[in-house]
């Protein structure tokens, strides 16, 4: 059964890094639109960043816009999101999500993905 696995999050200080991983099983993710998506305690779940299938087009939200990039290894079928510079308004848990898509496609509603990891809690206090 196809599914996605999220690791990485954890506790870190303000002007921190973490890197999380979203690991592919049972299908290839290359072929996948990948997106990440954060949800604050009493707040939406809401997307932070996506990169799309195969020509790897990245887009990013406002308030992680040059502080997070997200990358793709195909040998080990994961994306990476690397976070930079945390803030506290960072924390939340994190979710990796996949859904097959044309090459250039970008999503970023969580009604558009098919594939939904558990989430990893990332905490970002000093």
């Known amino acids: 059964q196809a599914q996605v696995v999220e690791s990485g999050g954890g506790l870190v200080q303000p002007g921190g890094s973490l890197t999380l991983s979203c690991e592919g099983l049972?299908?290839?993710?290359?072929?996948?639109?990948v997106g990440w998506f954060r949800q604050a305690p009493g707040k939406e779940r809401a997307g932070v960043s996506c990169i799309a299938s195969r020509d790897r087009s990245t887009y990013f939200s406002d308030s992680v816009k040059g502080r997070f990039t997200i990358s793709r290894d195909s040998a080990s079928n994961t994306v990476t999101l690397q976070m930079n510079n945390l803030k506290p308004e960072d924390t939340g848990v994190y979710y990796c999500?996949?859904?097959?898509?044309?090459?250039?496609?970008?999503?970023?509603?969580?009604?558009?993905?098919?594939?939904w990891g558990q989430g990893t809690q990332v905490t970002v206090a000093s």
């Open positions: 049972g299908f290839t993710l290359d072929y996948y639109a």
């Open positions: 999500a996949a859904r097959s898509a044309s090459t250039r496609e970008i999503h970023m509603s969580t009604s558009d993905y098919d594939y």
